[in-house]
């Protein structure tokens, strides 16, 4: 119509779009000494985040936190009063730290299937939990939840991992429905094989379950159903997790982000 004011842009609009700036942003990292958590506490750190590096590496943590800017927390996720006591306010929170225990169901030691589940499940509803009413307050909040190809299917072996990352897509979008209202977005990131040492350490637990050598455990097991046959970088998922706190993925919640090579598309 002529003569009328346009419209004041949209947060959809490309102009609005543009960049990642987190500048005064807090971003909790957990797992953040190596792998996908150092990629993710660097790439959050390059937008403009303070990076808060949580791991049960003092030494990890420290470098992670010297080279962001950032501070450095030390703590044993699978003690739930050790995660309580920790300050866990942040605008984002990424909850990565993880690990893997290669075992047929009956030998698998109920222990540590607790712990995998206290670690992988657990913590990041505390983490979350403390962190939600600061991002309510103020009506803006990124989660992201570093699942994996088994929070969507099962796989041989690895009972625990697969039931907490399971039991992680549930708490996202739980957490996705609640907060929507209130401008957090929750979802989650779904790597395949990783070149990380949780990766690495797992390929002897793999030779041992299915009978091979270890030389052909990355070709045979882990690779066997991707298109592309590499493992990826952590880098790659930084970027994904990038992405999910960006203007561009402002109405992105309750989702899961594949990064497998294809593996899930067969």
Not at 133 to 147: A, D, K, L
């Amino acid at each position: 119509m002529t003569g009328a004011q346009a419209p004041e842009p949209s947060p959809a609009t490309p102009s609005a779009l543009s960049g990642l700036d987190l500048s005064g942003r807090t971003a909790l990292v957990t797992g953040a000494g190596s792998g996908i958590g150092r990629a993710c506490a660097l790439r959050l750190a390059q937008a403009g985040a303070r990076v808060r590096a949580l791991d049960l590496n003092a030494g990890a943590a420290r470098e992670v936190a010297e080279l962001t800017g950032g501070e450095a927390l030390v703590a044993d996720l699978s003690d739930a009063a050790a995660v309580s006591a920790l300050d866990l306010r942040a605008d984002i929170v990424v909850n990565n730290a993880g690990l893997q225990h290669v075992r047929p169901v009956e030998e698998f030691d109920p222990d540590r299937f607790a712990l995998m589940l206290r670690v992988m499940l657990e913590a990041p509803f505390r983490i979350i939990h403390a962190a939600l009413p600061g991002m309510y307050e103020q009506g803006w909040g990124r989660i992201v939840n570093v699942s994996s190809i088994h929070g969507l299917r099962a796989s041989a072996y690895k009972s625990a991992y697969v039931a907490a990352k399971h039991g992680l897509e549930g708490l996202s979008k739980t957490v996705a429905l609640e907060g929507g209202p209130h401008g957090v977005t929750s979802n989650c990131v779904n790597p395949g094989y990783v070149r990380t040492p949780l990766v690495e350490g797992q390929i002897a637990d793999q030779a041992a379950a299915h009978g091979i050598p270890e030389d052909r455990v990355v070709a045979e097991v882990m690779l066997a159903g991707t298109a592309v046959k590499r493992l990826v970088e952590p880098e790659e998922v930084a970027e994904a997790v990038a992405f999910l706190c960006s203007p561009a993925a402002s109405a992105i919640t309750g989702s899961d982000l594949v990064i497998d090579g294809g593996h899930t598309a067969a």
